[in-house]
Nanobody, 115 residues
Framework: QVHLVESGGGLVQPGGSLTLSCVASGQTRSINGMGWYRQAPGKEREWLTTYTSEGVIKYADSVKGRFTISRDNAKNTVYQQMSNLVPEDTAVYYC?????????WGQGTQVTVSS
């Protein structure tokens, strides 16, 4: 089992920034991928970013240039820096961990972009 704990969500004004964190614990494997998804009310869950243990980084077009994913392998932690936020970024943000055996999700953290 792998347990994911997200933090860093909250209320931010349009144009503002937030940084999300996700810590993985438990039976993590050395080769894995961690990343972020989000789900807005009435919409499907949307993939945003991925950072693999081998250093591969990918971004969805919708966040490229505004979101930055980083990773601290020693801490089993992945971060997502989000800047120039707009109301359309309002959603529950989920961390995902995947390895050769299983996929795990965090509980989600709410991000609300509003003035």
């Amino acid at each position: 089992q792998v347990h994911l704990v997200e933090s860093g969500g909250g209320l931010v004004q349009p144009g503002g920034s937030l940084t999300l964190s996700c810590v993985a614990s438990g039976q993590t494997r050395s080769i894995n991928g961690m990343g972020w998804y989000r789900q807005a009310p009435g919409k499907e869950r949307e993939w945003l970013t991925t950072y693999t243990s081998e250093g591969v980084i990918k971004y969805a077009d919708s966040v490229k240039g505004r979101f930055t994913i980083s990773r601290d392998n020693a801490k089993n932690t992945v971060y997502q820096q989000m800047s120039n936020l707009v109301p359309e970024d309002t959603a529950v943000y989920y961390c995902r961990y995947i390895d050769s055996v299983s996929t795990y999700w965090g509980q989600g953290t709410q991000v609300t972009v509003s003035s």
